[in-house]
């Protein structure tokens, strides 16, 4: 580690929380907090969605609408795609290979998530406030 | 960029290659493993139903209609219950991993009793939630 400049850091402190990866356990960590908000989040959509059943544009509109259910939906699908950005960075690591490849393909689900993410974002906020 | 021969695709390589999938008998823990990774690309391209469905609520009655239609159709049903057991097998993997991260679970047969949970609590969840949809209807 020693690199022949005048640093005062420590090797140990130049690489402590980096790893080979160079941005340490910041995935594995961000994954495992996102999966444990998911389990009761999951079952708050589920349950939301199945009280939505079968019930008129109005009715649904009310209902998701309301704080409650407006709230919970804003956490699942921000919690969720966030997750789920993370997973596919993980899937795209493990199978695309070539550096330009793998950049836009790491690019791509960047633009989706966040595109995604926007956009039920807003609906859930236009369906609460107009 | 990687030159030619460090690429493992590559068959100029004379670095050797690990066994891969097609080398092993299938197994439970790795199909369930497999599965997992499935299901969450499966959840991945249902966002786009979410979203759709979202913001057809948010625009009128003629758009929610619309997709209403789509989702209560045949392939809008079979969709659901794909996108449905999805979030159930994932999110019963997603709880395996729990248990593994903490150290338990890995070793014969635990691993093997948690490989059958996970796909019979993600299955068993499903026509839990679809049972109660219908009678909710």
Known sequence: ?130 | MADAGTRPADPQSRRPLSPHLQIYRPMLTMMMSIAHRITGGALYAGTLLLAWWLIAASTDAAAFAKANWFLSSILGRLILFGFTWSLFHHLMGGLRHFLWDAGRGMEHPEREYLAQATWIGGLALTLAVWAAAYAMR
């Open chain 1, 1 to 130: 580690m020693n690199d022949g400049s005048s640093s005062m850091r420590t090797p140990l402190s130049k690489v402590r929380h980096l790893g080979s990866a160079h941005s340490g356990t910041q995935h594995a960590w961000q994954m495992r907090a996102t999966s444990i908000a998911l389990v009761p989040l999951t079952i708050g959509f589920v349950w939301l969605v199945l009280t939505l059943i079968g019930k008129d544009y109005n009715s649904v509109r009310a209902a998701l609408g309301g704080p409650m259910a407006s709230i919970v939906m804003l956490l699942f699908l921000l919690t969720g795609i966030w997750h789920m950005k993370l997973g596919m960075q993980t899937i795209i690591e493990d199978y695309v290979h070539g550096e330009h490849a793998k950049t836009a393909a790491l690019l791509v689900n960047a633009f989706f998530c966040y595109g995604i993410g926007l956009a039920c974002v807003y609906a859930v906020l236009r369906i609460s406030f107009v």
